[in-house]
């Protein structure tokens, strides 16, 4: 059994897939980009500015599924420049109170609609 999450509060998907999908009891995110919900833009701003928004709709998205960053058990972040990677850790780490999720961090040549960061998660329901 699943169950496609649908919320207002992170982006639109850009493509044939689902914001998340809850099953097996995890809540699956897929892959945010620094686009703010109500205008359907990209935010301004460098990669701090990309981060928080990415975050922000990460854990929209996590909430709609009945989870949130305390859950949070792994994430992937995907960046064009591993040069960004300690200003991005400065932002992604402000999110989390307790202990950190595992992650990956990776260095791709392109992501969607030319942003410099997506992130994608799993969390317990």
Known sequence: MREV???AEAPAAVGPYSQGVVAAGLVWVSGQIPFDPATGRMVEGG???QTERVMLNVGAVLEAG????DKLIRATIYL???GDFEAVNAVYARFFSGEPP???CVEVS???KGVA??????GLR
């Open 80 to 82: 064009t420049d591993l």
């Open 117 to 122: 960061v997506e992130i994608d998660a799993v």
């Open 5 to 7: 999450i649908r919320t």
């Open 110 to 112: 392109r992501l969607p």
């Open 102 to 104: 595992a992650r990956a």
């Open 47 to 49: 990669i701090e500015a």
């Open 66 to 69: 009945g989870s949130g960053f």
